[in-house]
């Protein structure tokens, strides 16, 4: 079954702890994008990533990091986290950045005290 | 910079009756255009795509929606609301310009759809 798979699903942390929230595709694609959504402002591109080491930023970037080492997965680094980054976390996958439809994971709800 | 504006945060709409869920873009180039739905604690899914040819494209669940170039609009249409259609709806848009910078996917605010029984 085509899947993008999140982990974890739910998680409170609290300001300053590194965190790290795992994405993995297992249809092979090769473009792989991160998303928050917050009410009010839908969802909002962090970072994409074209193919294997290949990775750039997205609208609001700032206070994330990502790396894609392997095709199938895209982690998204949470190096000092702060409130302001509470919100649910999608990540998602499509063959390449041109390609019609787009798989999304489960979301990650994200809280920062 | 691209973007999308879904101009309504909420639409509601009797069972039975024909719905509507607005959205425009703006986008260097041509544009691909998506719909997508989200139902409560899920993840997005694809409903329906505009990439080039018939401006009335049909997709998932008895959705479709129609492309107007001069108007920068893609609408999305169903002829008779059901209850289960109630979720929020997102607009997307990514330019088909295959040039540097030209690879996000931009999404409107949503628009959630009530469906009364």
């Known amino acids: 079954e085509a899947q993008v798979t999140q982990n974890p699903r739910y998680l409170i942390t609290v300001t300053g702890k590194k965190l790290t929230v795992t994405c993995s595709q297992n249809?092979?694609?090769?473009?792989m994008s991160w998303y928050r959504q917050d009410p009010g402002l839908g969802l909002r591109q962090i970072y994409y990533s074209m193919n294997v080491e290949v990775t750039d930023k997205g609208d609001v970037p700032e206070g994330y990091k990502v790396s894609r080492k392997e095709k199938r997965n895209f982690p998204l680094i949470l190096e000092s986290p702060s409130p302001n980054q509470t919100s649910l976390y999608f990540c998602a996958s499509s063959l390449g950045y041109l390609a019609d439809t787009i798989y999304f994971g489960e979301g990650s709800w994200l809280t920062v005290v | 910079a691209q973007s999308v504006a879904q101009p309504e945060d909420q639409v509601n709409v009797a069972e039975g009756n024909p719905l509507t869920v607005k959205c425009t873009y703006s986008?260097?180039?041509?544009?691909?255009l998506f719909w997508y739905v989200q139902y409560p604690n899920r993840g997005l899914q694809f409903l329906l795509k505009y990439i080039t040819g018939d401006n009335l494209v049909k997709g998932s669940y008895g959705f479709e929606a129609e492309f107007n170039k001069s108007q920068t609009s893609f609408h999305l249409k169903k002829p008779s609301a059901l209850v289960s259609d109630s979720a929020l709806y997102f607009c997307?848009?990514?330019?088909?310009?295959?040039?540097?910078?030209?690879?996000?996917?931009?999404f409107g605010k949503g628009t959630k759809l009530s469906v009364i029984p």
């Open positions: 249809m092979n694609h090769e473009y």
């Open positions: 986008v260097s180039g041509n544009p691909y």
């Open positions: 997307a848009v990514r330019s088909a310009y295959s040039g540097a910078g030209s690879y996000q996917l931009t």
